[in-house]
């Protein structure tokens, strides 16, 4: 029996397991999701064939590695997904790991890449220790396949010096690795090779300024079909506000909200393994963002035409804001030569109310939307276009992006043997 793949995307308020077959581009068999985890009731969806279902689940899933299990649990005992009757029917299993460091590309999991990851698992608190819990889950239940690991973090290895470098003790920066990072890169490979195929350009000539607005939020200046900036940093708590997130604030300010910023606190146990981050990291991502100002992290709650509470408009306008001020700084750093502004995630993809203001209150960039496009939303395809005028530059596009699908493509285009750093 032919063999398949399994992607997971651990995010900050969901778990997506994807199966696929092994074919070139690779066709999904399955997909589950769990998704509301910062947010509960958690929410399950589950799709296989053409049928669909989803159900708010009463069982307690506080952690990615906990979600991860009842869906793999789930998707195996399914008696008519046959593909994937028992782990054995797998060939690989790709895993989103946000972090990679200095990791060129994706790496093949063994003892040495897994304990070089788990060294630098706090530059991404919320992501790393949960994503690296799964891989090590799969490694001890499934230690017969082969676990690879995609990072975020390898699209953003063109940022320039000057823009990944932070005016810091250079000497300090190199010893510990201090530099901007980016991530989302999985999203924007993915929406790179979407869009430059939708425009009809080479990847390597298309510049776009594109937005993975989810529960983690950034923006990035594609250049050239290279990522010239993007908003997140060392870690993913810099540039835009998040469901828990408060995006970049003046770094003082956390001297001021706690005494104790530098106290360690738990912030969980799994499978016996304890996991400490200081009160400050604790605080600015997991107790700030739309949640903290509003009580939801369901930003469809936010993004709406007749807000319940004055916090609710407070919250959409503090994100429309801070967006805006990225539009500009990547127009103006792209030469305005750009050809799409593309919306992308959670939000990005749903919410037909934030896209027009942001389109609106940039038209002066000579961007404009179809307002009776924009409420369809995203059609079957990965791209959609709702500018006004269709086919005039700059565009305004919706990508419905697939970092399972991007991981599993790459996977079945390099046939990945070895370790690579
Ligand atoms: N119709 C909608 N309008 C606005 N936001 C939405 C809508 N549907 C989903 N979302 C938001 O999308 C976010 C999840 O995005 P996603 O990219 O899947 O998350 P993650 O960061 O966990 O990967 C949640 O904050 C959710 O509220
Ligand atoms: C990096 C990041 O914030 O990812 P997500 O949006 O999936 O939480
Ligand atoms: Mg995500």
Redesign the pocket.
């Known amino acids: 029996m032919p063999k398949s793949i399994l992607s997971v ?1 651990a ?4 778990v ?1 397991l994807t199966f696929y077959t092994t074919d070139n581009p690779p066709k999904e068999i399955a997909n589950a999701s769990v998704s509301g985890l910062t947010a509960p009731p958690p929410v399950l969806k589950y799709s296989r064939g053409g049928e669909k279902h989803k159900e708010k689940l009463n069982v307690e899933l506080k952690h990615p590695p906990d979600a991860f299990k009842f869906l793999l649990k789930r998707c195996i005992s399914d008696p008519q997904l046959s593909e994937v009757a028992s782990a054995e029917d797998l060939e690989y299993i790709c895993h ?1 790991v946000v972090h990679g460091g200095d990791y060129a590309g994706a790496v093949v999991i063994t003892d040495d890449t897994y304990g070089h990851l788990k060294d630098m698992e706090e530059l991404a608190p919320l992501h790393n220790f949960s994503a690296l819990e799964i891989v090590r889950v799969c490694k001890k239940e499934l230690p017969h396949i082969k676990s690879v690991t995609f990072f975020d973090t390898t699209f953003h290895r063109t940022l320039p010096d000057y823009i990944k470098t932070y005016p810091l003790d250079p000497r300090i920066s190199r010893e510990k690795g201090l530099r901007k990072y980016g991530f ?1 890169g999985i ?1 924007y490979s993915f929406i790179l090779r979407s869009v430059s195929e939708f425009l009809g350009k080479p990847a390597e000539k298309t510049n776009l300024i594109t937005m ?1 607005i ?3 939020a950034s923006i990035c200046a594609i250049k050239d079909g290279k990522s010239l900036d993007t908003s997140m940093g060392l870690t993913p708590l810099a540039g835009l506000p998040g469901a828990t997130r408060s995006g970049s604030v003046d770094p003082s300010l956390i001297f001021h909200v706690t005494e104790e910023p530098g106290k360690l606190i738990s912030a969980g146990e799994q499978e016996g393994q304890h996991r400490n981050i200081t009160m400050a990291e604790a605080i600015l991502n997991k107790s700030a963002g739309w949640k903290v100002l509003t009580g939801t992290a369901n930003f469809a709650e936010i993004a709406v035409e007749n807000p319940p509470t004055q916090n609710h408009k407070l919250a959409f306008d503090i994100i429309v804001d801070r967006i805006l001020g990225y539009i500009g700084s990547y127009f103006v750093k792209l030469g305005g030569r750009v050809d799409a502004l593309v919306f992308a ?2 939000v990005g993809e749903n919410s037909a109310l934030l896209r027009k203001r942001l389109v609106e209150e940039s038209q002066c960039l000579g961007f404009a939307i179809d307002e009776s496009a924009n409420d369809k939303g995203p059609a079957k395809e990965s791209v959609t276009e709702i500018s006004k005028e269709p086919g005039k530059n700059p565009r305004v596009l919706i990508c419905q992006t697939d ?1 399972q699908f991007e991981m599993a493509h790459r996977c079945v285009c390099s046939k990945l043997e070895k370790a690579s750093i």
């Open positions: 995307n995010g900050s308020s969901s997506k989103r989302h999203s993975h989810g529960s983690g995630g959670g970092e």
